[in-house]
């Protein structure tokens, strides 16, 4: 029996509801010390340092200026909304709708999708890039209502982070490699991709680059996606110690300010975050600070032996950060913050409902989270297997197997991103890492059909005999 409008809709609203549950066991949304910052930007209309405004924009908007439960279940609904198109255009099977919706409440109650969806971070998006990027590029016979909301998913939703960028760059530019070769080529032509769904995808997202700067333009900024990006990555280049063994080396025959402090250089997020680094002696997070350390990356990394250390450093990170995808939301609240921030200057009916959430009373539970992790890892670590199988399985759909490529590409590129400019934390890779789960299950699917349907020939053969 099919589903009428309205069942479609109450199901859907079920498992995006699934999707909020760590925010209802926290008896509030979750919070990231960055949090504060995105609320000052969108409630102050400003630019600040680092972040791309537009999550602020976001998180200021849906909320009303009344409740932040809004943009839970908003981002709830996008993400769910998002793997509906995956099934819809990649998953063979009738019954789509039904599937769709038991897959997202399966990932949402086994992965850590649904701490990224209850938390106020841009984490969320990262996925809904992939996977928009996916639909774009390798969706067939898509309607042109689901072609507009698949731009829209992809423009949006990589406005909201300056990785992004560099993200569907990167894998643009592993497609347009492979393509350089006659039978890969040949092989993408068979899936309808061809060089005008590459153009398409490069001018969505240099377009988005533009929109992005001239949205900072017009609210005061500079024409640029973020600011302290230069300073972020030389904090990076600190915690792979090159930083230093530059400096060492070179402070004798060059005068740069930060020498007298090179003894003080350890970690990354010690130069970032503690007022009395040598950061804050030495510019800030000014234009003139973000300047002075361009142009001491620059020195670095044209360097041949440092260049060749920092790839070999980042991709070792890159695989380190890869296989670490576990969630904690207390991690960075356990020390990093005291108060509600500025929930309690724009949301101030809310700000009891903050200080005494679980996550800030340190009560949200260090069993829940352990066994939500270990239920992950099993998860991840049997999807991984199936897809082994769906890759060697020849009967297999080609259409998937590519969708399959392009998911794990993203991941690694993701992985390869932070880790070379950032950091190797678990937020970064648990926003991505359940997406190997979505073509498990639609190659777990089709085993069940075949054995379904073997089990069907036989009895019709015994009834036959």
């Not at 925010?23 to 209309?45: C, S």
């Not at 890969?184 to 061809?194: E, T």
Request: proline share 2%; glycine share 6%.
């Amino acid at each position: 029996m099919k589903w009428n409008f309205l069942q479609k809709i109450s199901y859907f609203l079920v498992a995006v509801l699934i999707l909020c549950i760590p925010a209802f066991y926290n008896g509030f949304p979750l919070l990231f010390p960055d949090t504060t910052p995105y609320l000052e930007t969108g409630f102050e209309n400003k630019i600040g340092d680092a972040r791309v405004w537009l999550y602020s924009g976001f998180l200021r908007h849906v909320s009303l200026w009344e409740t932040l439960w809004l943009v839970v279940f908003v981002q709830g609904i996008l993400i769910a909304g998002t793997i509906y198109l995956m099934f819809k255009y990649f998953f063979r099977y009738a019954y789509t709708m039904k599937f769709a919706i038991l897959y997202t409440i399966l990932v949402g109650l086994t992965t850590a999708v649904s701490f990224h969806v209850s938390m106020l971070m841009p984490d969320l998006f990262t996925p809904i890039v992939i996977l928009s990027f996916s639909l774009l590029l390798l969706g067939k016979d898509m309607s042109r209502r689901d072609t507009a909301i698949a731009v829209f998913l992809f423009v949006f939703s990589s406005a909201m982070h300056n990785s992004h960028l560099i993200l569907n760059l990167g894998i643009l530019i592993l497609i347009s490699l492979s393509m350089a070769f006659k039978a890969w080529r040949a092989g993408w032509n068979s899936l309808g991709v061809n060089r005008r769904k590459i153009v398409l995808l490069v001018t969505l997202v240099f377009g988005t680059y533009i929109g992005v700067c001239t949205l900072h333009y017009s609210k005061g900024g500079e024409f640029k996606a973020t600011r302290g990006s230069q300073v972020f990555l030389f904090a990076r280049l600190c915690d792979f110690g090159i930083a230093q063994s530059y400096l060492k080396e070179h402070c004798g025959e060059q005068k740069y300010t930060i020498c007298p402090n090179v003894g003080k250089l350890n970690l990354g997020r010690n130069f970032l975050w503690t007022w009395q680094s040598p950061l804050y002696k030495t510019g800030g997070w000014t234009e003139e600070g973000e300047a002075y350390y361009g142009q001491l990356i620059t020195a670095i990394l044209t360097t041949p032996k440092y260049f060749k250390k920092y790839v070999i450093k980042s991709v070792e990170a890159m695989f380190m950060q890869f296989f670490y995808y576990e969630m904690d939301p207390l991690g960075e609240m356990r020390n990093k913050v005291k108060d509600s921030g500025l929930i309690k200057v724009y949301f101030e009916s809310y700000d009891l409902a903050a200080t005494n959430s679980r996550q800030f009373k340190k009560t949200y539970s260090t069993t829940f989270i352990e066994r939500q992790n270990m239920v992950q890892q099993f998860v991840i670590g049997s999807s991984a297997l199936l897809l082994l199988l769906l890759l060697w399985d020849e009967k297999y759909s080609r259409r998937q197997k590519v969708v399959v490529g392009v998911l794990l590409v993203g991941m690694l590129i993701n992985a390869f991103i932070v880790g070379a400019t950032s950091g190797i934390y678990d937020r970064y890779q648990s926003r991505v890492a359940w997406l190997i789960t979505l073509p498990a299950f639609w190659y777990a699917c089709s085993k069940i059909e075949e054995i379904i349907a073997l089990k069907k020939a036989r009895k019709e053969t015994l009834k036959i005999n």
